[in-house]
């Protein structure tokens, strides 16, 4: 497969590090030039990507910026003259049980993990439109059931899941792919860098007995093996079940 994408440029959000870095180093391994997006600008992994012999760029972002992630998704396309997939992956957690939840985390919640995505989509369609390119948004395991102390996260994910097969029926027509994946069970994790002593459940063994290095699925909906596939919502999570413990996940506030 390697080199399937020469010539191709993806662009990645949350990029810095867990997921977004694992996309970017796998649409640089099969010949796309990659721009990295992330609040800290993500200059290690864009060094990572280039060792791979294709260009990258290297932006300072916050997804839920709108005016910023336009002139990014501009800025990318201006650089390498096109844009062909999007992975917006970029997400924050907010854990509180929610009467204990601020209207700031939730804001917070819901304009990273939704309108970052919503903000992404806009600024790439009408530069995918040329390319008849691809969109994959991470969503997450929680899109699609209840999680514990995590509504705002839960609901924003389950937003997504939404927002994507909607924009999938909008576009489809027009020659872009639009997908989700329900990411769980991937190591490194957010929950590990973020919620530290709610970590265990959420990081519950998968059903093959061992975590997710990388969602290559994001990488694998954009390839032409992928052709056929429009408006799904992927479960990439090797099996993630809940917890059997019955034991309530404890609480940190805050949101990441
Ligand atoms: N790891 C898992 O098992 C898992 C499970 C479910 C969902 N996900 C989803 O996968 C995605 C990546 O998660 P991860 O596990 O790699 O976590 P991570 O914390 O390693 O990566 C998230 C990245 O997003 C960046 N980010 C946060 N807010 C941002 C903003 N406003 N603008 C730009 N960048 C921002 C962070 O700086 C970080 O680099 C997230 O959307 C997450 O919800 C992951």
Known sequence: MNGDFDGKVALVTGAAGGIGRSCALAFAARGAAVVVCDLVEPTDTAAEVECHGVKALSLQLDVADGSAVRDAVDAAARAFGRLDFANNNAGAVAVAQ???????????????????????????????????????????????????????????????????????????????????VLAGGIRPAMTAAALTEATAPILSPTTLGRYGEAPEAVVWLCSAGAAHINGAVLLVGGGTSPPDSEEPRPVRPGLS
């Open 98 to 180: 929610l009467a204990d939840l601020t209207e700031d985390e939730w804001n917070r919640a819901a304009s990273v993990n939704l309108g970052g995505v919503f903000l992404g989509m806009k600024y790439q369609i009408p530069h995918l439109l040329e390319t008849d390119g691809a969109i994959v948004n991470t969503a997450s395991i929680w899109s699609e059931q209840g999680w514990a102390v995590e509504s705002a996260y839960v609901a924003s994910k389950h937003g997504v899941g939404g927002l994507t097969r909607t924009v999938a029926v909008d576009y489809g027509r027009q020659g872009i792919r639009i997908n989700a």
